[in-house]
């Protein structure tokens, strides 16, 4: 089984400030399966960044993905106070697909 | 736009089965792979199993001698069992699309939370 281990746990940020979130794979992943899902409170995981970089739709432009083989990262550019959420990284390469613990990105 | 709604019981006894419900609507499921994924209050998620519309299933090994996923007798849902259940099941539980065995999780349903107590 695939670990994804997400940092930091939680990133405490100010609207306007950029976010940079990590996950690491215990074993190399091929970016096709690597995906990023926003989660607030009470709702469903919304799915942000498919294949490592590519952008879900409707999903704006300040939300990129980039990484490979272990390390990945998801940048928020410019935090819009509606970004404040958790967020998960996920592999869906190989069975059974896992997911990271995730990190909280709170206002400071 | 697919719409998925997870329906079934807030609570189950321990030992029992939790039997829930995916009804797909704005869609058909054919041609789609359809899972279930979990997540206990306040802790991340865990993928539990997916099936493909004609019947073939993949589980997590960690579930798999407790859980069987069909294809409902309505043509668009789709249904978990969950056998002899602990509180450690206690969970929201969501069912989402994805379009291959190898793709990320495109739509989901809003969720369940399903309790397992006496």
């Known amino acids: 089984e695939i670990v994804l281990t997400q940092s930091p746990g939680t990133l405490s940020l100010s609207p306007g400030e950029r976010a940079t979130l990590s996950c690491r794979a215990s074993?190399?992943?091929?970016?096709?399966?690597l995906a990023w899902y926003q989660q607030k409170p009470g709702q469903a995981p919304r799915l942000l960044i498919y294949?490592?970089?590519s952008r879900a739709t409707g999903i704006p432009d300040r939300f990129s993905g980039s990484g490979s083989g272990t390390d990945f990262t998801l940048t928020i550019s410019r935090l819009e106070p509606e970004d404040f959420a958790v967020y998960f990284c996920?592999?869906?390469?190989?069975?059974?697909?896992?997911f990271g613990q995730g990190t909280k990105v709170e206002i400071k | 736009q697919v719409q998925l709604q997870e329906s079934g019981p807030g609570l189950v006894k321990p030992s029992e089965t939790l039997s829930l419900t995916c009804t797909v609507s704005g869609g058909s499921i054919s041609s789609f792979y359809w899972s279930w994924i979990r997540q206990p209050p306040g802790k991340g998620l865990e993928w539990i199993g997916y099936i493909y519309y004609s019947g073939s299933t993949n589980y997590n090994p960690s579930l798999k001698s407790r859980v069987t996923i069909s294809v409902g007798t309505s043509k668009n849902q789709f249904s978990l069992n969950l056998s002899s259940v602990t509180a450690a099941d206690t969970a929201v539980y969501y069912c989402?699309?994805?379009?291959?065995?190898?793709?990320?999780?495109?739509?989901w349903g809003l969720g369940t939370l399903v309790t397992v107590s006496s």
């Open positions: 996920q592999q869906c390469g190989s069975s059974p697909r896992t």
């Open positions: 989402a699309r994805h379009p291959t065995p190898y793709t990320d999780f495109d739509s």
């Open positions: 074993q190399s992943v091929s970016s096709t399966y």
């Open positions: 294949g490592a970089s």
